[in-house]
């Protein structure tokens, strides 16, 4: 479900999947979807978690060594007109306007999948939606859903941005109000989402 950087996928074919028409014919039933934005996503890959899943993935160690190279002990400075800042080495995160790394982002997120069935997690190089199809009121598996990604983003060093992060349920006839979506955050509070 990652729509970005594959042959013949566009944020097109994301948004046509985002909201299967079908669902929303049947009695009963309201989409939920949490556009998630994540705070500076390509800065926080952690080299070795990744070089853990790509080998998982069946890359062979010569290509991991190199990509860990890559990714580790990149001097970096910054420039002003002529003036140029001290030099500092960075070992965490993906150089910035680096065709490797939104790829290497793709592969670190591979693994976030939804769990239930009717839900969909869909993933456009950094921004990830997550879907629920709510069929007679029943939002628990979306919920859990929400909670198992915001747990999958922790351990994957990759932190939400809350007021950045919104939330839009969408119904085909009139409906009641529902209950709003909290998220815990790094910071052991709970936000709620509009």
């Known amino acids: 479900m990652q729509f970005a950087y594959h042959p013949n996928r566009s944020t097109d074919d994301a948004i046509t999947t985002t909201l299967p ?6 009695k009963d039933t309201y989409v939920r979807m949490l ?10 890959i952690i080299p070795q978690h990744l070089i ?6 069946g890359l062979n160690t010569s290509l991991c060594n190199w990509i860990l190279d890559f990714l580790t002990r990149r001097p970096q400075s910054g420039r002003i007109g002529n003036s140029f800042s001290s030099t500092t080495t960075l070992s965490t995160g993906a150089p910035q306007d680096c065709v490797l790394s939104p790829l290497l982002s793709t592969l670190l997120t591979h ?3 939804a769990m239930h069935s009717s839900n969909h997690i869909i993933k456009v190089t950094d921004d990830t939606t997550v879907v629920g199809l709510i069929s007679k009121n029943d939002e628990s598996a979306y919920r859990e859903e929400v909670q198992r990604l915001t747990a999958w983003c922790k351990a994957n060093s990759l932190s939400l941005n809350v007021d950045k992060t919104k939330e839009m349920v969408v119904y085909h006839r009139a409906q009641s109000d529902h209950s709003p979506l909290f998220i815990a955050c790094g910071d052991r509070q709970e936000h709620q989402i509009p």
């Open 52 to 57: 853990e899943k790509l080998s998982l993935l």
């Open 111 to 113: 693994n976030s999948a």
């Open 35 to 44: 556009f998630i934005d994540f705070s500076s996503a390509f800065n926080t």
């Open 21 to 26: 028409p079908t669902h929303l014919d049947n």
